[in-house]
Structures are given as structure tokens and as C-alpha cells.
Antibody, heavy 122, light 108 residues
């Protein structure tokens, strides 16, 4: 069965950096696009970033563009999110989510991880 | 950006009730709409995509309809496990992907 397990969350000071990981199993990771989606406490969902299965395209939400970098290692079945210049408003649960389209990009999410909490606070 | 507006933001219903939730896009999205269910402290779960296609394993009491800018999620007969928050998401091909604010379905 599909499993996505995020890690790397924690407390970081404003201006700091953090790297999230998402370990994938139960599907051919290298054949699917992957996303990061976040949810601030008590708030709605916000799409953060997408990376195509072959890394040829990466897209970002406006609020994180230039600060966050999505990447993947298909040999390790792992997705990453490097977060720099963190702000208080980046505080959220970060989910990795699988795109449903094999070898393409559906741009919705058929499986989600359990999430990892990032808190940006001094 | 395409704005997604859900209504109502919350509703109270009883087991067995028929429930309808609406999602309106700020521009036409050609059925590029997904619906998710989220329970407290859990990740969202995909229910429907392409506005009306039921995800594998999702009970048939869930259905979706709509076109253009207006879409509807219907639960034909509410089960106890259906009390949750429901969210819509558009993927019309114009990034960013955006979500509705959610509809919380509570027990009456």
C-alpha cells in the first residue's frame, strides 16, 4: 500500500532554514509527480510546490517562491523541501502528497502523508 | 489566481440526512475539481476528482456534479464516519493550485 512518511519538522527561528523529507513506499516513486501542501494551525490548505516525476519541471506557490526548493532522489524514493528565510507565517503542518497521474501531472492529490509540523518562532 | 469559495462554512446534520456542499470558482475550471475529506489531526483523503469521478474505495453515497464555475458534493445519506471537514480543490491548469476554505459537517 502507498505510504508517505514526512520528517524534519521542528522549531526554527525566523530567518532560519529547515529541510523536510518524505519517504515513499508502495508505488513506483520515480514515475509520479509529487507535491508539498501545508496547513497553518486552524487554517485551510495551501499548495506549496510540485516536482515532476523526472524533475524536468518544478513549480512553487507565490508565498514561497525564491525561498523554498523542492527536490527528489528517485534512487532513495524520497522527496525533499528545503526551506530558507523562514517566516512566522510559514508555521504549518507540511504534507507531502502524491500526484495521481503515471508519467504525467494530474495536479491533484491521491495520497497524503501524515504531515510534519514546522514552527517558526523566536 | 483562481479563488475557490465553499458554502456553507459549516452545517449540522443527522445520520441519514442528505447533505449538499457547494464550491464556486472565480472563473470556469472545466470540471478540474477534486473533493477531499479531512478529519481532525489527519491528512485529507481524496473522495472525487474531475468533479464527478469517485476515487477507488470511496463509498457510492458520495457524488459530485457541476460545470463551469459551480460544483456540488452530495452525501446521499450521512453515516457517523462522515462527520468531518470537506474541501474542494481546483487544478484547472493555471497555477497555483487552490483550495476552498472547507465545510465542517457536524452532528446535529
Amino acid at each position: 500500500q502507498v505510504q508517505l512518511v514526512e520528517s524534519g519538522g521542528g522549531v526554527v527561528q525566523p530567518g532560519g532554514s529547515l529541510r523536510l523529507s518524505c519517504a515513499a513506499s508502495g508505488f513506483t516513486f520515480g514515475s509520479y509527480g509529487m507535491h508539498w501542501v501545508r496547513q497553518a494551525p486552524g487554517r485551510g490548505l495551501e499548495w506549496v510546490a510540485f516536482i515532476r516525476y523526472d524533475e524536468t519541471n518544478r513549480y512553487y506557490g507565490d508565498s514561497v517562491k525564491g525561498r523554498f526548493t523542492i527536490s527528489r532522489d528517485n534512487s532513495k524514493n524520497t522527496l525533499y523541501l528545503q526551506m530558507n528565510s523562514l517566516r512566522a507565517e510559514d508555521t504549518a503542518v507540511y504534507y507531502c502528497a502524491k500526484d495521481p497521474l503515471y508519467g504525467g501531472s494530474g495536479y491533484y492529490f491521491d495520497y497524503w502523508g501524515q504531515g510534519t509540523l514546522v514552527t517558526v518562532s523566536s | 489566481d483562481i479563488q475557490m469559495t465553499q458554502s456553507p462554512s459549516s452545517l449540522s446534520a443527522s445520520v441519514g440526512d442528505r447533505v449538499t456542499i457547494t464550491c464556486r470558482a472565480s472563473q470556469g475550471i472545466s470540471n478540474s475539481l477534486a473533493w477531499y475529506q479531512q478529519k481532525p489531526g489527519k491528512a485529507p483523503k481524496l473522495l472525487l476528482y474531475a468533479a464527478s469521478r469517485l476515487e477507488s474505495g470511496v463509498p457510492s453515497r458520495f457524488s459530485g456534479s457541476g460545470s463551469g464555475t459551480d460544483y456540488t458534493l452530495t452525501i446521499s445519506s450521512l453515516h457517523p464516519e462522515d462527520f468531518a471537514t470537506y474541501l474542494c480543490q481546483q487544478y484547472y491548469g493555471i497555477l497555483p493550485l487552490t483550495f476552498g476554505g472547507g465545510t465542517k459537517v457536524e452532528i446535529k
